[in-house]
């Protein structure tokens, strides 16, 4: 599957760097290439300048609303950056349609952080956009959720949060739901590192991309995941989340054939490392919740077959009983069994209701300062209240 990469503000743009780092490295252990192009869109010049891999021409870093802010981003006003995206957005087009593989293009993604300004003003606008002119072609929304610091000392970051979601919800063909929260470990301050969340939000695409672009005859799997497979199962709320078990080194005595405690072990191996992609999703989400899902095995082709395919089918099932599942593998060369989850068309998660209330406590009180009222209202009619940045 080939994307179209846009990052917007600083943590989109990041996050599209990080992109496209995956693509060279397709590049270079792969010979393919699973991105049409990237590219970083900002308000703000000193955060174009500090991305690594994205190309360094104003085609591909492009700086917007240049008058209005001075190159110095929007301040957290989400507002401002939807309204300059809007009058920008020309320019974003404009740019995007040189890239080399523009036609070949399956699908956007477009990445924001939905607590600040500018990638949180402008990703909805964007994919509004993107959807009225290339009608047909699905646009995906990576939507980055603030750290639960940042919730507590600025409220701007519950509104900004629950605007952005609203907005992407209602233009995207899925919003993928990314909680920098989920991925701060206790133990381990390097964990709050935002390059190492970054990696990890990025790495379980790789596969997933690769998968459907393999050309190589011994590298196409028995099911092999394609850009049809993705764009059907993604819809509305999303995760992601991938998992790995290590191959430990045959001992040189083991003879070729293999009996059945080997077979029960090769299971197993790819049963943790679904396990693992369960954990790790990208958002903590009720999986009986769940509408459709998408799991893709790599592994060396001598640790895949059906039955083990089958086997990993069976227990996402049980967990997610509602959802219709989707499933490939991919032969790789390596010294692991991968496994990447997509799990879409949530209905319902609690902490986007809550942003969604929180917001509207926040909106009474503003009105009440105002002097317009306070009344307490029904979650539909809350949901309506919340403003759309499109
Ligand atoms: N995962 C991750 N989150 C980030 C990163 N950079 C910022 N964030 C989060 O994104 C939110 C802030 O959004 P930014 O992208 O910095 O804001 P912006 O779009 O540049 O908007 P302005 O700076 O207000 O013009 C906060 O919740 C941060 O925690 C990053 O590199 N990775
Ligand atoms: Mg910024």
Redesign the pocket.
């Known amino acids: 599957m080939k994307l179209l990469v846009i990052g ?8 599209a760097d990080r992109f496209a780092r995956l693509n060279k490295r397709g590049h270079a252990l792969r010979g393919m290439d699973t991105l049409a192009g990237v590219f970083a869109v ?3 010049v000193a ?1 174009l300048s500090g991305l690594r891999t994205i190309r360094p021409d104003y085609k591909h870093r492009i700086l917007i609303g240049a008058q209005r ?1 001075n190159g110095h ?6 507002e401002l ?1 939807a309204e300059i995206a809007n009058e920008d957005v020309d320019k974003i087009i404009d740019a995007i349609r040189t890239a080399e593989g523009f036609y070949e293009t399956d699908a956007f993604l477009l990445c ?11 990703i909805g606008v964007l994919t509004k956009h993107l959807k009225e002119r290339y009608i047909g072609k699905p646009v995906y929304d990576v939507v ?4 639960r610091q ?1 919730e507590t000392t600025e409220t701007r ?1 519950i509104y900004n949060t629950a605007t952005c979601l609203k907005s992407t919800y209602l233009v995207a063909d899925a919003v993928f739901l ?1 909680d ?1 929260q989920r ?1 701060v470990k206790k133990d381990s301050p390097a964990e709050n590192n ?2 190492t ?2 990696a990890k ?1 990025a790495e379980p695409f790789y596969n997933m991309l690769c998968a459907g672009e393999e050309t190589k005859s011994r590298f196409v799997g028995s099911k092999t995941l394609d850009a049809g497979d993705i764009i059907q199962t993604l819809t509305g709320w999303t995760v992601i989340g991938g998992g790995m078990s290590r191959l430990e080194r045959r001992l040189p005595f083991c003879g070729p054939k293999r009996d059945f405690r080997d077979k029960m072990i090769e299971t197993s191996r790819a049963s943790h490392a679904m396990d693992q992609a369960i954990s790790e999703l990208s958002m903590t989400i009720d999986p009986s919740d769940v509408g459709r899902a998408l799991y893709l095995l790599t592994a060396p082709a001598k640790e895949m077959s059906m039955d083990i395919l089958k086997q990993l089918g069976d227990n996402l099932k049980s967990l997610a009983p509602n959802s219709l599942i989707r499933s490939g593998d991919y032969p790789r060369d390596s010294r692991q069994v991968d496994v990447t989850l997509i799990m879409s068309e949530i209905g319902s998660i609690r902490k986007i209701t809550d942003y969604f209330t929180k917001a509207i406590d926040l909106i009474s009180v503003m009105k009440a300062k105002r002097g317009l009222g306070y009344q307490t209202r029904r979650l539909e009619e809350s949901f309506d209240e919340i403003p759309v940045l499109l």
Do not use: H, M, W
């Not at 980055?144 to 750290?147: H, I, M, Q, T, Y």
């Open positions: 917007l503000g600083q943590c989109g743009g990041r996050i900002n308000t703000d955060d802010t981003g929007v301040g957290k006003i989400s950056g924001a952080g939905a607590a600040g300004g500018t990638g949180s003003g402008a980055v959720l603030p750290f940042e970051t990314i920098n991925y935002l390059n969340i970054n939000v």
